[in-house]
Structure formats: C-alpha cells, structure tokens
C-alpha cells in the first residue's frame, strides 16, 4: 500500500520503519519543515508536506494533538478514500487546554472536527518502546493488542489489517465517540494487554476518573525525574488507571 506520513517523532519513524520492512510505499514528512528531518534516521522518502499528500491510500498523521488545526489545509487535500489514521494523545501540559475537550468532548472527536474529516484512531495507547520492540507474529502466545477506534468501518479494517501487519493484535473499540476508552488515564492505555485483556480495560474505564488518573501518572514520572524503566512505567499505568 501507499502511506504517507505527517511528522516523525518515535511514533511516526517506527511506524514509517516496519512498514517500509513490509514491503510498503513510504513518504515521510515534517509539518513544519522538510529541514527538520534531517539528522533524524527516516525510514522511507522524506517530501515536503504538500507532496505527502499525493497518491496516497493511507496518511498517518502523528504530532502533538494542539498542532493538528496547522494540518487542516493539507489534509483538506486527500482523497475521500484516503484512510485518515491519526496517533494523537491529549496532554494539557503540552498541548495547552483545550476548551472543548476539558468541558469532556472526546480528544478523536475534537481531532476529526478540526481536521472537517473522519479519522481513524490508532497506536494512541502504546508506548513507542512498546511499538518499536515489542511487535510479535500473528498467532503469538500474550501477543499485545491495539485499540482502533473509528466511524467508518472499512477504514477501521485498513487500519486493523496495518496493525496486526505491524505486530500487535488489533481490537476494535468501537466508534470514534467512543474513543475515550484508550483515552490516557484508562486501563487500556499503555499498558501492553493482550486481546482478551484489551477488550476487558476497553469496557472498564471511567471517562470521569480517566484525567485525574493520567495526570497523577505524569506526576509521577516527572517527580522520578527519568528514575522509571519502560517497564516501571508500563507497571505504574496498571496500577494506577486500573484504581
Ligand atoms: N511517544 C509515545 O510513546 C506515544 C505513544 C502513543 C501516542 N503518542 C502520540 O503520538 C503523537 C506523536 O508522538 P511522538 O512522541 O511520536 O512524537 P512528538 O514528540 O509528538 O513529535 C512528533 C512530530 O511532531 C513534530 N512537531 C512537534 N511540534 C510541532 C508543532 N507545533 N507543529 C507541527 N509539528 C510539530 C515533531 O517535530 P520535531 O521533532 O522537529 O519537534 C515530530 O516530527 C503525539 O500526539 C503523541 O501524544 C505518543
């Protein structure tokens, strides 16, 4: 398949890795800047964001959640048919507050409103350490799994089929609206689950609890000050998203 990708943080440049490692059509760009790849290790062909955006099936759309209304113009120019499959995660720390979404608008809802589209979201509730070292073949015993959310279902089986591509078994969470599930602060998020156990976190959370949880956790980690492992910090989500 064709993917084009917007930014190339840990998330993006992993994603871009494994999928070129499969065999896809990778472009890659920079929101900002084509200057800003430079020195970072790309997996596919780095183009400027205007260029991302042509002949493309799929476009992964991967920076922080406040710089997603910067991309409207650029993502206005995709095919319908473009799978439209974005990362992001609300943190108000770095993404500001966002009115809407603290008054409890649903941060994929408040992404695809900005971006007049209806998204996918994906790869949201894992680490990127998790993504780039934690993949396994389908079939797998403890195999992780991913949450997918999205409105349209074709899309959602596109990206299901990316992600178990990918290494990880793909859950459908179900609609967009309902994407508060994997939402930081939820026992889905980051905390490396199989199937049975995803689907499990999914029904479970608590959409009122789920911000007070994810910023006690960021509380946590930054008074640690870099003290956490990658599995510290899987363990510490479990903890706490799941009290
Ligand atoms: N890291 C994780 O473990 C993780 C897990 C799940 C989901 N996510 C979510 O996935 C998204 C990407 O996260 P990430 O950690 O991979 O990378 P990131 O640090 O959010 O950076 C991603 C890309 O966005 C660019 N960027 C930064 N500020 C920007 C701005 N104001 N306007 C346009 N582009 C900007 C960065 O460019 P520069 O490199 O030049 O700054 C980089 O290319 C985020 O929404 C994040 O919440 C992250």
Known sequence: MRFGIIGAG????????KLVENGHDVKIADARS??????????????????????IDVLVISIPLHALPSIRN????????????????????????????????????????????????????????????????EGTRGRIAIAIAGDNQLHKQITMNIVNELGFDPVDSGSLSDSWRQQPGTPAYCTEL?????????NKANKEKAPFLRDEVM?????????????????????????
């Open 10 to 17: 840990p998330i993006a440049l992993n994603i871009s890795k």
């Open 34 to 55: 084509i200057e800003r790849l430079e020195g970072k290790e790309l997996a596919g062909t780095p183009v400027n964001v205007n260029e991302v955006i042509t002949n």
């Open 74 to 137: 650029i993502v206005d120019q995709a095919g319908e048919d473009v799978v439209i499959l974005d990362t992001s995660n609300y943190y108000p720390y770095r993404d500001n507050k966002i009115h809407e979404i603290e008054k409890g608008m649903v941060e994929s809802v408040w992404v695809s409103n900005q971006l007049g589209r209806p998204i996918t979201k994906a790869f949201n509730n894992l680490l990127a350490y998790t993504l780039e070292h934690k993949g396994t073949p």
């Open 194 to 202: 199989t199937k049975e156990e995803l689907t499990e976190a999914l």
């Open 219 to 243: 509380e946590r980690l930054s008074a640690a000050n870099g003290g956490y492992s990658h599995q510290d910090i899987v363990n510490l989500n479990r903890d706490i998203f799941s009290s």
